[in-house]
């Protein structure tokens, strides 16, 4: 919209109505998230409020290896082993699709981009079967594998939209020079499409991160959770809750992804939108 | 996402021209079947982790695998037993209808339009409004669901903040997650969810010409009349594809439920993903978790070829 220059009273009016559903929007989304305060709270309960002597000992009660150090750690081996993968093999499948007219290239993307919609949670039932025959049950590598195929077809179809940007003249310069096609993807397209690549990665491990049905079904050795199941495990399934420790643990796994997150918005320069990565 | 319907400029299609004038006329460039060896990895990933288990799937819904008994010592063919226990369960009846609710409450009437809602109200608003309050509805959507289902749950609770608010107000109070465990689920994934809407309906009204929009105003329309007569129609490839991608994502929504009701009480809240998990892996019913598991994917299937078709167009042009 471009700016008014002539001030009116009815815009102005407009605007303080405006104005005024953002700010009671904004407040209302805010307002669940408030209870995370409970983390400072020596008296936490489910109501939200300002604590009255502000604490560090819920972080305390949580930062023992067997409840938050060795889960977090399975969470950054799962996730992040997994957003390598689907990184490196987003790339490789990319690279082809963007520059050859493949004879099933299409069809290829097609069947990728059909895949993004599948949902995840109804093929997690089939995958446990498969799993148990082949002996993956409870097995890190497995979930980190899985987690890497369920990023992949995002990964191909981005990673390809990346690809496209980059002129061929450029890889053409290279081929001119003697280079194979291996050395101008190495050497040329992948520096230059390594903002693209690093948002792949920093998706794919938001997601890991997040996902909590997949271990949840495929781990059960309590060692080898990561810790979206350990929080569920150790909070949630006794009745009633310790708030204040439940606060911390969740702010201290949280912290990681809205970190990440932030970095790659503003990697891409669009304010809070990661809606524009997705335009290619 | 989305915007993939709506984006792909110039890029794409100057590659495409580019590549089939550089492709092949290179000696050094690689034979047909060298091409395509890139693609292995991702290949066999995709087959080993989605497409094994999608016809595994169909299998397993005519036998009677299961965990323990003997179903799970010798799996034998049934026809078509679990699909006809599927079509007169009134658990799958009920499970259906509740994931429908969930599905339009929050998916479509939730998100969609508080999301449209806050991309409508924050065009041409200041940098600092339009990070404060997309900030604040990003970061819901950032956050885990598992942490977003205790959130909710603390915020529910008897004892919870909306409670405390209602009281504050004069409003009634209510043991939210037992009385409508539906609606708590359906508000907090509308919560959880509407930044992914607001985000690809901001990122199209960016691309709205203003000219369009002034040329209506010139004519005397209202801010009313232009977003309903200009805007939307300009947008309806965006909201189609988000819807679906919205949809998809909402029917198979789990952890939020679980952590906040586990499906209940007494089944309140047990949309179809909840069924296929207290079936397959709690039962140890594999089979017929697995035909759920089935009627879900269709649906979802369904809506992931109306998503393709409506990218298609675009793709081809």
């Known amino acids: 919209m471009k700016p008014w220059t002539v001030a009116s009273p009815r815009r102005a009016a407009a605007a303080a109505v405006v104005h005024a559903l953002l700010a009671l929007l904004a407040a209302a989304f805010a307002l669940p998230a408030l209870w995370l305060v409970a983390a400072f709270d020596s008296e936490a309960a489910s109501r939200a409020r300002l604590p009255r002597a502000p604490t560090l000992d819920n972080f305390a009660t949580v930062a023992t290896p067997d409840t938050l150090f060795v889960p977090l750690a399975n969470s950054l081996w799962m996730c992040g082993g997994a957003a390598l993968v689907t990184v490196a093999a987003s790339v490789l499948a990319a690279y082809p699709l963007s520059r050859f007219q493949l004879r099933f290239g299409r069809p290829f993307l097609y069947t990728v981009l059909f895949a993004t919609g599948l949902p995840v949670t109804a093929i997690m039932v089939p995958v446990y079967s498969l799993f148990s025959r082949v002996g993956m049950v409870d097995s890190r590598w497995g979930v980190m594998l899985f987690l890497a195929a369920a990023g992949m077809p995002f990964g191909i179809w981005l990673t390809k939209s990346f690809l496209d940007g980059i002129p061929v003249e450029l890889e053409e310069a290279a081929w001119a020079d003697g280079a194979s096609a291996r050395q101008s993807l190495l050497r040329v397209v992948v520096p230059l499409a390594l903002p693209g690549l690093s948002v792949v990665g920093v998706f794919t491990l938001v997601l890991a991160w997040g996902n909590f049905f997949v271990p949840f079904v495929l781990l059960q050795t309590p060692e080898r959770l990561p810790a979206a199941v350990r929080i569920y495990t150790f909070f949630g399934q006794y009745g009633s809750m310790d708030y204040g420790p439940l606060a911390a643990y969740s702010v201290l796994y949280t912290l990681p992804v809205v970190l990440l997150y932030a970095a790659v918005a503003r990697l891409l320069g669009g304010g809070f939108s990661l809606g524009g990565a997705m335009k290619g | 996402m989305g915007e993939g319907a709506q984006g792909r400029p110039g890029g794409a299609r100057a590659a495409r021209g580019a590549r089939s004038r550089g492709a092949g006329r290179h000696p050094l460039l690689p034979s047909p079947a060298a091409r395509v060896a890139p693609i292995a990895p991702a290949a066999a990933l995709l087959l080993a982790f989605f497409a094994a288990p999608v016809v595994w799937t169909l299998w397993a819904s005519f036998t009677d695998a299961a965990l323990t008994g003997p179903g799970a010592a010798r799996t034998e063919f049934v026809g078509l037993a679990n699909f006809e226990r599927l079509a007169t369960d009134p658990a799958v009846l009920n499970a259906t209808v509740l994931t429908a609710v969930f599905l339009i409450g929050s998916g479509i009437v939730g998100q969609t339009v508080l999301g449209m809602l806050l991309a ?145 009480p007494a089944g309140r809240s047990t949309t179809l993903p909840l069924l296929m998990y207290t079936e397959a892996l709690r039962m140890g019913d594999i089979a017929y978790g697995t035909t759920v598991a089935l009627a879900l994917l269709a649906v979802a299937g369904l809506f992931s070829a109306v998503y393709l078709r409506t990218l298609r167009p675009e793709e081809v042009r």
């Open chain 2, 120 to 264: 409508l109200l924050m065009q041409g608003r200041s940098p600092w409004v339009r990070s404060a309050v997309g900030g604040i509805v990003v970061g819901a959507w950032v956050l885990p669901e598992v942490v977003a289902g205790f959130v909710w749950a603390a915020f529910l609770e008897r004892e919870g903040t909306l409670n405390r608010v209602l009281d504050a107000l004069g409003a009634p109070q209510q043991s939210w997650l037992t009385t409508v465990p539906i609606l708590a689920v359906v508000l907090a994934n509308a919560w959880k969810g509407t930044a992914f809407s607001m985000m690809a309906y901001s990122a199209a009204l960016s691309e709205v010409p203003g000219e369009l929009k002034d040329a209506a105003r010139v004519d005397g329309a209202g801010t009313a009349a232009v977003v309903r007569h200009v805007v939307l129609p300009l947008l309806r490839r965006t909201v189609a594809a988000t819807l679906l991608l919205v949809t998809l994502q909402t029917v198979q929504v789990f952890t939020l439920i679980y952590v906040m009701t586990a499906g209940g």
